[in-house]
């Protein structure tokens, strides 16, 4: 592939962000991290790995826990690691697992704040992919199998828990597309449309990095 690139994708629920992300890997032949990254986290940690999964993209939930801090994102640091909500734990655990991946070089990580894990990081590149509500609920029911009188309901609750994830542990605004270096319509320009964007976006990064620009 050449030059190291880390892509984070971030993605509305039906979307096709996965899938993006997956044909973006094949065709530049490069590692993904999805769900992997949980199990990698508890290898990591030596916490279970079922412990990662239930709270995979959820925000800690402890009301005084959230008066305390003031609702400030993770990233202060005030309190001491076993002080913190398992969850929050849990956060910086898999925040190190996405650090150690991203430095062994070229991969894909979808969500969990990957783009704002790695936002000093030259090399990277962050993707939000999304869609009109209408085209996701479609594609839920179609390709993910969802009933049709539930789908709507699941993509909202999903980019609701998505968003109060990436919003309580980043200083950012999850789906804001200037914090992103590209955002695209999955709906207009199709999973593979996607995917040719994303190639041409690289290939244009790489020659402003090679210019000095």
């Not at 305390?68 to 925040?95: A, C, H, K, R, W």
């Not at 062994?104 to 894990?117: F, L, W």
């Not at 996607?194 to 990064?205: D, N, P, Q």
């Amino acid at each position: 592939m050449g030059t190291r690139t880390i892509f984070t994708i971030g993605r509305q629920f039906g979307s096709g962000g996965r899938m993006v992300g997956k044909k973006l890997a094949e065709a530049l032949c490069i590692p993904y991290y999805d769900k992997e990254l949980l199990a990698m986290a508890a290898k990591d940690s030596g916490y279970s790995e079922e412990l990662f999964r239930n709270a995979d993209e959820k925000p800690a939930s402890s009301l005084l826990y959230s008066l305390v801090m003031g609702n400030y994102p993770m990233s202060s640091g005030t309190l001491g690691f076993n002080e913190m909500p398992l969850n929050d734990q849990l956060f910086l655990i898999q925040s190190n697992t996405i650090r150690k991946v991203a430095s062994k070089g070229s991969c894909i990580i979808i969500g969990r704040c990957g783009d704002y894990i790695l936002k000093d990081d030259p090399d990277l590149i962050s993707v939000f992919i999304h869609a009109p509500l209408e085209a996701r609920v479609k594609r839920a029911v179609e390709v993910y199998g969802i009933p049709a009188d539930r789908a709507e309901d699941i993509c909202l609750k999903n980019d609701k828990s998505r968003a109060n994830f990436y919003n309580y542990y980043s200083d950012r605004k999850w789906g804001m597309c200037r914090t992103y270096s590209i955002s695209l319509d999955s709906s207009l320009l199709g999973i593979d449309g996607c995917v040719e964007e994303i190639t041409r976006f690289k290939e244009l990064s790489e020659k402003h990095r090679d210019r000095g620009i």
